[in-house]
């Protein structure tokens, strides 16, 4: 059962540009969504992090939004970075619960 | 994710051989959580631990399964009779507090990749 889905596998943008990246979940019980930035043969990192009572967080280049209505939250790197080449992972979970969702993650190549 | 120790990197056992992987949490962590990446899928939860006692197993498969957090030492996550499909990358991720919701930070560690031959 997937419940988070990052559709796309991979995305390319050009230094300096916009890089976008979406998710998708099923489960109206999320309440807390966060992104993990993955380097090959690394563990993830946590990125960003927003709560249902918000629709959108910044912290620097990085900036999440939420659409509670259409279950749909973005990632917005502006402006992009070689270093931000990346697998991005979109993850979920209910209020005061362990069980964290994970999407399949979306890989960003970011070309100078 | 730095501090945040698991061992082996990289593990290949022969199927019905037993694996053992290992995660040192973060000093002062004394939460461990452990996740699954199958191939070309996203991490999946498998079974939040605090030091002796198993908070949440809801992600972990009935059979063959287990894991603990001693009062000494590493969280250990053992996999018996092992099979092909358990081959997949194994994190562990420690925290500080029990997630909620404006603590919800875990760190990870590197993983440990099982090929099971």
């Known amino acids: 059962d997937q419940q988070v889905k990052q559709n796309s596998p991979s995305l390319s943008v050009q230094e300096g540009r916009i890089s976008i990246l979406n998710c998708d979940y099923t489960?109206?019980?999320?309440?807390?969504f966060l992104w993990y930035k993955k380097y090959p043969a690394e563990g993830p990192t946590f990125l960003i992090s927003?709560?249902?009572?918000?629709d959108k967080n910044e912290d620097g280049r990085f900036t999440v939004f939420l659409n509670k209505s259409a279950k749909h939250l973005s990632l917005h790197i502006v402006p992009s970075q070689p270093g931000d080449s990346a697998v991005y992972f979109c993850a979920a979970s209910p209020y005061n619960n362990n069980d964290m969702r994970f999407g399949a993650g979306t890989r960003l190549t970011v070309k100078p | 994710n730095a501090g945040v120790m698991q061992n082996p990197r990289h593990l290949v056992r022969r199927r019905g051989q037993e694996a053992r992987l290992r995660c040192s949490p973060m000093?002062?962590?004394?939460?461990v959580y452990w996740y699954r990446q199958l191939p070309e899928e996203g991490l999946k939860f498998m079974v939040y631990?605090?030091?002796?006692?198993?908070?949440?197993e809801s992600g972990m498969p009935k059979e063959r399964f287990s894991a603990e957090f001693p009062k000494e030492g590493p969280s250990i996550l053992r996999i018996q009779q092992v099979v092909r499909g358990d081959s997949a990358a194994y994190f562990c991720a420690s925290s500080p507090w029990a997630s909620g919701r404006d603590l919800h930070e875990q760190y990870f560690g590197p993983g440990t990749r099982l090929t099971v031959t």
């Open positions: 631990l605090q030091k002796e006692n198993i908070i949440d």
């Open positions: 000093k002062g962590h004394s939460h």
């Open positions: 489960n109206s019980m999320f309440d807390y």
């Open positions: 927003i709560s249902s009572i918000k």
